[in-house]
């Protein structure tokens, strides 16, 4: 995994620009502290950081070739999963390679197959290709949305990068919100529409968008949908195809040059990552496997069950390690650090965030880090397999909202009153869009129907924010996380797949469940769903309470100009008469402080101009 960016600009001389430049390429070095590299002409910069994981020795970027006249410069972000079908096919038509890295077979397939290339890739990344002589540049980013690339265009030119403040870092446009960026922190927060970056003149590919930059215009085109078909495979052939697909995007990733190591909490899905590759390491007489988990302090004490998390994960834990005779490790993070840990966690993001489910993440890479630049994660598997209370609740199903965020009460409570009066439409809007997005067969049951547009929800909003948390978080330290069950093909399976066998059983994932039943310990194939930990010690309330209160207290701060202090009071006083979580399953009155923290931390340290 990689930084990039780029800045393309006829008109401008990048030669006499090295302090900015360099100012563009630094401020991402997170990303890629191994190694930077530049590309400069006339007209045209492309900037490059590098983590080193596959063939360190070579790889370096950005890299260059010559194919029919052209020359192509890429920097490249991301691990393609099938380099070596289309490094084959490539030499069938008559290419050389000089190194085992992805980064020259995706440049060399770009040359091939120009924009069709991103059909033919199985990865998770996002990269640039400029073509020298004609002075074009085409960006791609992968199916799911993995991996991030923003970009700013103004008149006679276009800025990218893997994050928004390499955009920013280009002094070309002010760090600036309008009203409508304010709708989406306030009435869609952590959650953000796909495509937007919240500050004004910043946007985002989609998941499975490229764009090609020429002559001063940009025009983008997606080159992957979520499509119906019919799903014509038996019981039998269903749960076979799906222990075929997820075992093959596991052991596709465990490619690495550098330590790798795996997330286990004991769920589920972390459980069957973990196996799969404890398996295959024992196949092939490697080492066991490497785990992680994380815990916060006292937790056990202050443990409290509930529909969301019924269970404590360590008793699964130890299930697992038996099970994969991993060499495990526990991360225990402290209160106080974690509630710290939200300031790192904007600059991470760029943006207001999960906060301590930000943060807890963010502080848990930055150790993994020190002994590992690889891990694997079972991020998704909720979203695409009907893993959430919402799936199987069928007053929450069929209630016509963002499940994860079915009232906008809290949200209105917190704000001053006539401050962004139309929240609630901006959000309806977002919702309305979505499911009419959801392609459907005219033969869909109404439970299939509402399944499609709920996968629909699911996949761009809700798995976006926690694919977002991951990359950001997990390379702020420089570790890069890779997400099996993003596997595309998993991906179409999942959106195709009816409801009653997705379900299997009646238990949510019950088809992965069925799966795997048979190399997984029974209580971890039957365990109820219990989301990523977060903290229930009292402390970490306090703390955060402490520090809205301070930020109450100081009129200058620019947040007190949308705030209600009246509103923020009440959830301070009374906690518990929050009905339903700010968003998801866990944003409850901590975390709601949390995310007043966040906003004014990225309002006055990022210098942003309200409208």
Known sequence: MCGIAGWLDKDRDFFGMTEVLSDMSECIRHRGPDEHGEYI?????????????????????????????????????????????????????????G????????????????????????????????????????????????????????????????EIKAILKSGMLKPEISEEGLYELFFLGPARTVGSGIFSGVNELLPGEYAVYEDGRLNKTRYYRLKAHPHTDSVEE?????????????????????????????????????????????????????????????????????????NADYE????????????????????EELMYALYPSVKARDLPGYVDIDSSLLLFCREIKKDFTVALSGECADELYGGYPWYHNHEILFEDCFPWSRSQDIRRQVLKKGALPKG???????????ISSADCLPDDSKIDKRMREMFVMNYYWFMQCLLERKDRCSMYSGLEVRVPFCDYRLVDYAYNMPWELKAYGGREKGIIRKA?????????????????????NPVYMRLCTQKVRE??????????????????NAVIEDPDSISSPWYGQLMRAPQIMAYIIQLDCWLESYDVRLP
């Open 41 to 97: 002409r006339q007209g045209a910069a492309l900037l490059h950081r590098r983590l080193s994981v596959i063939d360190p020795e070579n790889g370096h970027q950005p890299m260059s070739t010559m194919f029919e006249g052209e020359k192509y410069t890429i920097v490249y972000n991301g691990e393609l999963y099938n380099t070596d079908e289309l490094r084959a096919e490539l030499k069938d038509e008559g290419f050389g390679f």
């Open 99 to 162: 190194t085992n890295s992805d980064t020259e077979v995706l440049l060399k397939a770009y040359c091939r197959y120009k924009e069709a290339c991103a059909e033919k890739l199985n990865g998770i990344f996002a990269f640039a290709v400029y073509e020298e002589n004609a002075g074009r540049l085409f960006m791609c980013r992968d199916r799911v949305g993995v991996k991030p690339l923003f970009y700013h265009i103004y008149k006679g030119g276009l800025i990218f990068g893997s």
């Open 238 to 310: 269903t749960i076979e195809r799906m222990r075929y697909l997820l075992t093959d995007a596991v052991e596709r990733q465990l490619v690495s040059d550098v330590p790798m190591c795996f997330f286990l909490s004991g769920g589920l899905d972390s459980s069957i990552i973990c196996q799969t590759a404890s398996n295959f390491r024992k196949r092939n007489n490697l080492p066991p496997i490497d785990t992680y988990s994380v815990e916060y302090a006292d937790n056990k004490r202050y443990f409290t069950k509930s529909l969301f998390q019924p």
């Open 316 to 335: 699964y834990i130890k299930l697992m390690t038996d099970s994969t005779g991993s060499n495990h490790r526990e991360v225990i993070i402290d209160n």
């Open 424 to 434: 609630e439409e901006y959000v309806r809007q977002r919702y309305l869009d979505t």
């Open 516 to 536: 795997f039943e048979d190399i997984l310990p029974r209580d971890i194939v039957y365990r109820k769903k219990s989301p990523y930990p977060k903290t229930h």
């Open 551 to 568: 930020i109450l207290s100081d009129k200058s701060r620019r947040i007190n100009s949308l705030l209600s202090e009246e509103g923020i």
